[in-house]
């Protein structure tokens, strides 16, 4: 019987120069081992397809399993870098739009610092004109008010004089023992001067004494030694002149100035 599976060579053949039955015999002892190595062989040989196809089987599902395990996470590597890519494109426009903004603004600034400049040198250019032109006037100004305070100080005498004769003409009056012609005295005085001194006839003081010598009956109590404290229109009197006098004083130095 021959095994297909064998090469040629490995079949046997009976011996046809044996006599008997012992060639066919030894035949077949030699063929049972023959048929059981190929039976081996071929189950042996299927069995292994069968590990084969099973192991590479498992290897391509491993190796499918790794490739979409891959593309997944290169996918989600690129979704990531696009979405950073978005995120820095984003802020690098924010960016360029600030130094824009910034550059524009400190564009502005700078111009309007130019005309700021511009404006001060034309106001200060405007000032030292004036000022040349009001030198003239500053130095008459100057000029009349150091006359006009010599007036001043002459009217300030004046009126310190007043002020002693007031305050002895209300002492009398307030006195229980005093002479009233002495009082009458003083006040005759006092007009005749108001009337004949041009200080005075400038700050038109007749007017005020005769006022005084009506209505100021005031006077300090019995026992009172301060002659200060008797009077009291007198006092306002006073320092009304003495701000007439400063007043006056300034309106003669524009009068003067106005008709230069």
Known sequence: MNNLNDPPNWN?????RADG???SRWNYALLVPMLGLAAF???WSRESRKEIEKEREAFRQRTAAFQRDLEAKYHTMISENRRAVAQ???EL???QNRTTSYREALISQGRKLVEEKKLLEQERAQVMQEKRQLQPLKSAYESYLEREEAW??????LLKEFEEAL???QNIYCSLVLP???RLEIEKNLLVRAALDPVAADLEMVTGLTDIFKHDTHCGDIWNTNKRQNGRLMWLYLRYWELVVELKKFKRVEKAILEK
């Open 12 to 16: 046997i053949q009976p011996d046809s």
């Open 93 to 95: 426009e924010k960016e």
């Open 41 to 43: 062989r071929w189950i």
């Open 88 to 90: 820095l494109s984003l």
């Open 167 to 169: 305050t002895n003409r």
């Open 180 to 182: 009233r012609k002495k």
């Open 152 to 157: 001043q100080k002459k009217a300030h005498l």
């Open 21 to 23: 039955g012992d060639g």
